[in-house]
């Protein structure tokens, strides 16, 4: 099987907009783009988590994802011990919401991600 990687980029920004700290980090045996989409969430929840933050929205481009981390439904899925770990996540934070962006208002997180493609470790920015 194929070493199949990715990297995920992640913007954090205040209720002004403005950048406040960003990341990069690459993932390997990855296999498609849910997968993909449920460790960013993690990830945005684990670095939201390490940074002292108590109030988060995070926002991604698949709403599937989001629908999952807000059921009550254990999921079955081949994700489900991200999508369990995210709904755990969850429990750290004061208040919480997800929510669906269209692809084009998530480029500076993409480009990010494309931009680090081949760090071995972490990169964080504040």
């Known amino acids: 099987m194929a070493n199949k990687t990715s990297t995920l980029g992640i913007i954090i920004r205040d209720s002004e907009g403005l950048v406040m700290a960003s990341s990069c980090c690459p993932h390997t045996f990855v296999h498609g783009p849910e997968m993909i989409e449920a460790k960013t969430y993690e990830q945005i929840?684990?670095?939201g988590?390490?940074?002292g933050f108590h109030k988060v929205i995070a926002e991604g481009d698949t709403q599937i994802i989001i629908n999952k981390a807000s059921s009550a439904?254990?999921?079955?899925?081949?994700i489900s011990a991200l999508i369990f770990n995210i709904?755990?996540?969850?429990q750290c934070f004061e208040c919480l919401s997800f929510n669906s962006i269209p692809r084009s208002s998530n480029s500076v997180a993409h480009l990010l991600a494309r931009a680090t493609r081949n760090l071995d470790s972490c990169g964080i920015w504040i």
């Open 45 to 47: 929840l684990l670095f």
């Open 49 to 51: 988590h390490d940074l």
């Open 73 to 78: 439904a254990i999921d079955r899925s081949e």
């Open 87 to 90: 709904k755990r996540l969850c």
